[in-house]
T-cell receptor
Framework: RKEVEQDPGPFNVPEGATVAFNCTYS??????FFWYRQDCRKEPKLLMS???SGNEDGRFTAQLNRASQYISLLIRDSKLSDSATYLC????????????FGGGTRLMVKP | DVKVTQSSRYLVKRTGEKVFLECVQD?????MFWYRQDPGLGLRLIYF???????EKGDIPEGYSVSREKKERFSLILESASTNQTSMYLC??????????????FGQGTRLTVV
């Protein structure tokens, strides 16, 4: 099993739709989790941090399920500008400070 | 504002050359990372450093080495560049708070082409 796994997509959704991505991880000791957004040919940028059960920021909600070892990202009322690749990041390694990325989920929001 | 700066945006090197990619961060972060990103393969960790002169291998260290002589600077070295090392290279840094990481901040990336 990969350490951090995501469905690569693409997820094609109409504007205004609600879409959710999951990310599963193997290290049960991980304490912090992150969702990044990456636009084509640009560096990843932080979207949300998750340190406890979840986090909400406007149209974006991240939830953590420790028992099943996954985190989810929910995007409500999708905008065209939400089209990007969404990357899940989970600390791994002996000290838990090696940041490991999932392969990313591509989202395309259509008019 | 955290700044992570990579020395070059675009680089073209010949097969067999020794290549240095430099990364500097200005926020006194303990952790620094080098990733490469290829289409369909996501970001793969090459090397990671958690302190000056300390390093750990990531998922794909073969063909690479690193150097961290000062806290703010983390260098990636391709000892003898090969065409399969043509890729986008991304440097990142983060705090480590004892039991928890903060988010990683990225440089703008170096697109390396080996011919």
């Amino acid at each position: 099993r990969k350490e951090v796994e995501q469905d690569p997509g693409p997820f094609n959704v109409p504007e205004g739709a609600t879409v959710a991505f999951n990310c599963t991880y193997s290290n049960s000791a991980s304490q912090s989790f992150f969702w990044y957004r990456q636009d084509c040919r640009k560096e990843p940028k932080l979207l949300m941090s998750v340190y406890s059960s979840g986090n909400e920021d406007g149209r974006f909600t991240a939830q953590l399920n420790r028992a099943s070892q996954y985190i989810s990202l929910l995007i409500r009322d999708s905008k065209l500008s939400d089209s990007a690749t969404y990357l899940c990041v989970v600390p791994q390694g002996n000290a838990g400070n090696m940041l490991t990325f999932g392969g990313g989920t591509r989202l395309m929001v259509k008019p | 504002d955290v700044k992570v700066t990579q020395s070059s945006r675009y680089l073209v090197k010949r097969t067999g050359e020794k290549v240095f990619l430099e990364c500097v961060q200005d926020m006194d972060h303990e952790n620094m990372f080098w990733y490469r990103q290829d289409p369909g393969l996501g970001l793969r960790l090459i090397y990671f450093s958690y302190d000056v002169k300390m390093k750990e291998k990531g998922d794909i260290p073969e063909g690479y080495s690193v150097s961290r002589e000062k806290k703010e600077r983390f260098s990636l070295i391709l000892e003898s560049a090969s065409t399969n090392q043509t890729s986008m290279y991304l440097c990142a840094s983060s705090y480590y708070l004892g039991t928890m990481n903060t988010e990683a901040f990225f440089g703008q990336g170096t697109r390396l082409t080996v011919v």
